[in-house]
């Protein structure tokens, strides 16, 4: 028989979970995003017409600004897409939201096959777009 934790322990163990993935994930991006500025950079340095200089930079504000405007658009389709009531709906709409943002992830490590201007801040902000990972 399993033993039963107490509702703060149990309180106490959800939110140290929490703060370790948060803590992981937002580690993670930063590595990312270290990484892909000096391969902008590295990029830029051995052709200027490829990208502009500091691009890295730039591409990186463009992934934010894109993944807050839309986490702003998340309300508004769950809004009209009454997950309660259309619980089946909701979980398939989820399922493809997870291929759509691997999906777009993909695109963005794969633009770094063929570096420019377009391709790059294309994909950035495709890729602010698949982070919030609600749609």
């Known amino acids: 028989?399993?033993?039963q934790m107490s509702d703060s322990t149990y309180q106490n163990l959800c939110t140290l979970l929490v703060g370790c993935a948060t803590l992981f994930r937002f580690t993670g991006w930063?590595?990312?995003n270290i990484i892909v500025e000096s391969l902008v950079h590295s990029a830029h340095v051995r052709d200027p017409?490829?990208?502009?200089?500091h691009a890295g930079y730039y591409g990186q504000a463009v992934k934010e600004i894109s993944g807050c405007l839309s986490a702003f658009l998340v309300p508004i389709v769950l809004n009209?897409?009454?997950p309660k009531v259309y619980f089946l709906l909701f979980l398939s709409l989820f399922q493809w939201a997870l291929v759509t943002?691997?999906?777009l992830f993909g695109f963005y490590i794969a633009s770094f096959f063929h570096v420019?201007?377009?391709l790059y801040f294309i994909s950035s902000a495709l890729l602010g777009f698949?982070?919030?990972r609600e749609f």
């Not at 017409?49 to 200089?53: A, K, M, T, W």
């Open 116 to 118: 420019n201007n377009w």
């Open 80 to 82: 009209y897409m009454r």
């Open 49 to 53: 017409s490829s990208v502009i200089d």
């Open 101 to 103: 943002g691997s999906g």
């Open 130 to 132: 698949a982070n919030t």
């Open 30 to 32: 930063n590595m990312v």
């Open 1 to 3: 028989m399993r033993a």
